[in-house]
């Protein structure tokens, strides 16, 4: 292996059983790739393939291509000259003689080949209605299949290819439409670990799994961060346990931090003198904690310099441990206000570029360390949670992305594809289900998933949380009908029903 | 002029730019890791990120030259936001400078470092995303910037980020004393530490207001650091904390009125306010609590500020407010 090249490109896959992308996928991709070259198709087709930075879109297209025996001719605006060897300014006119011209095969003989556009024009960017007009003349005429391979999950809107390629367009234009999701945590751990074992010097498990919790479904960062921490002749031995990643390049420390806040140890009068040899003994030995308030063992400001973790992360992730530290309902009630506080400083947008991020950092961790003089301790080795609500976000995106699939109403897939999501809205929409769910016990919460929530509440409760049968109304259906007649009128009725009840309130 | 009449004036900043990468303060998990990347090349993208004077571009610099050696000159093409870097510059001017054949060891790579690559437009790093991809066998990047979030998301996903942090008292303490001493400076502990507190853990800052003592009092002492960095002074925010502790409100107020009159922007007053009530040790009657509502206080009325309330009658509330959260306490 010539240690030349990015791992990105080096350890890219060649093969179809080494891409780590869902089969349904790959197959989506495959299939396209068929239906391009049958017979029976009078235009050649467009795909518009579109997900996140580094998910595999081009990676997959490319060996599936490959494993057709089919050509893929890519479309560099940067060499194309003039007619006087000057660089041309890279505009629609460019774009579309590639497209509609007809390409000779640079292998030789008839093999197909398929168009691939990985970039567009900057034009195309500011003048989205012109391109819309200019591709859909072009597509007409062309003459081999094209796939637009571009990253649409991007944060500014400018760049955003979907601000192009919009739904009205895409109809019109007959375009196929792909869409590959961020690369999910198993696949991930797979291709990670198979690019290490063809390094030198392997990474061991627990570098790949920070790696992989860094990388955030992002393959080609995930390469990086694995070069970037791979070079050297014994990567594992020479940097010990640490990791260089992304935004969390001393994990270690931000977890010590966090225990310094929640624990805020202060100065034991009754403890031994520390020295460097007694601090074992110190702990099998459990000295009384003192009982009046006496100095923190660390300063806050000192805490929070150590660390690199930004004021929002600090408040979530000291949010969601508080609980277990904090010595009494009022005490957490204190807390709490001044996370809202927290929470009001560092989150109003227009002000966050020149307001300086680390007053809710100072606020949050001096509140904390003060309310918590005193409170509970976990008896054994406490685990830091992880900020739930990042999950909850996670899983929200999720949904959304699913459910922006559907087809649009009036397409005769409809009915069948939303059935599953009927639940979900009648669920949101009943007042009374919002109730229950809101009035859960405790140890019912959001990491447990929603089927499992459902299955709890529902055990709980003699009331239904996601069934049909409100008392009330099992006694208005009382009357003997078909049974399948009288759950669709449930079903129509749930709504409007409890409507009426919140008026009768008033 | 003379290279040696040149060598005197030079900012201290650039006559003490560390040269080698072990001679960087700060940040050694990372400037470790860049080390060894240095001895075996093959070094991936990077984006170096955080706030300023902390020694992203002195990293890169040093990286580059450490893994290129004397080809340095031919083999390094550096941009910042001083450079034309418009979408043409990036497609021909990189672009031509990524496609020159520089003869250089196996595993090394032509480096073009972009700094302070957040000013570069949407549309010109949408450009760069190509050409780093076509020519990563023979070249390679290193951006710096303050925040990465205004670098685009498939620029990111080309490069392993590297986050640095600011510098910690000590760390500073320690060049701006090597330096200090180099220039056989007059100076005493008040001084060094009047230089910490306004620098904030920027290098930059900090050696700037060094020489720009030196220059004009010769002596490094609190008084004249902060003459010459004109920050409201922390001593007398002390006392002015002094009183609201005491609930004297009207000593309190005239204070702050005076670092008004003399043409302190509000702003100013509170950025300073917030870094004495921090770390400064105040009297024994300031608990933490009391330090803790100090900050909220500050911090509420520094968000009004922001938004575009600055007038005297702000601080004059802010004063009332630090004296009543003592009344409470």
Redesign the interface.
Known sequence: MNDNDLLTNETAPKRRDELQIHNKKLGEVSNWLKSAFSEDHSAPGVLYLTGPTGSGKSTSVEVLCKEKNIELIDYTPELLHDDFLEYEKHDFSQLIRFLIRRHASLMGGSKKQILFVTELPDQSYQDAERFREEMYEALHRIRHPVIFCLTNDIACWNLNPDKLFTREFIRKADISTITFNPVADTFMKKALIRASNLLPSPLSDTKLNIIKEEARGDLRTAMNMLQMNSVGLNANRRTGMKVICASKANKEEAFHMLGRILYAKRVNPNAPKLTRFSQKRRSSVPIPEPTERTDLENDPSDIITMSSMSSGKLVDFLFENEPVFCPSISNYRRVVDMFSLCDVLAGDWNTARSFPDEYAAQIATRSVMWNNFQGSRPKTMFCIARPTEKDLEKQMTATRNEIRRLPMIGNKHFSSLDAPYRGIIENITDPQRIELFLGRPMEIGWKLGKDRIEELIDGRHYIAYKGRKHPRKARKNATPLVVKQAEEEDETYTIEDSSDDSFDEF | MSKHLKHELAPWVEKYRPQVLSDIVG?E??V??LE??A????????ILSGPPGIGKTTSVWALARELLGDKVKEAVLELNASDERG?DVV??RI?TFAQTKVTLP??R?KIIILDEADSMT??AQ??L???ME?Y??TTRFALACNQS?KI???I????????Y??L?PVELLYRVKEVAKAESVNYDDGGLEAILFTAQ?DMRQALNNLQATVNAYERVNKENVLKVCDEPHPDLMIKMLLYCTEKKFFEAAKIIHEFHRLGFSS?DIL?TL?RVV??VELSKNVS??L??QY??E???C??RV??GLTSKLQLSRLVADLCRVSVDA
């Open positions: 940040n998990n990372m470790s890791r060894v990347i001895k075996e090349g093959n070094v991936p993208n990077i979408i497609r021909n672009k196996e595993g790579h949407d549309g949408q450009a995303r190509r050409t076509l990563s066998k979030e685009i998301e498939p990111q996903s080309r490069c392993a980020l590297l986050r942090t600011k910690s853990g702003d950025s917030f921090k770390t933490e609590q330090r803790m900050i909220k500050i911090g509420v520094h968000m922001v938004q």
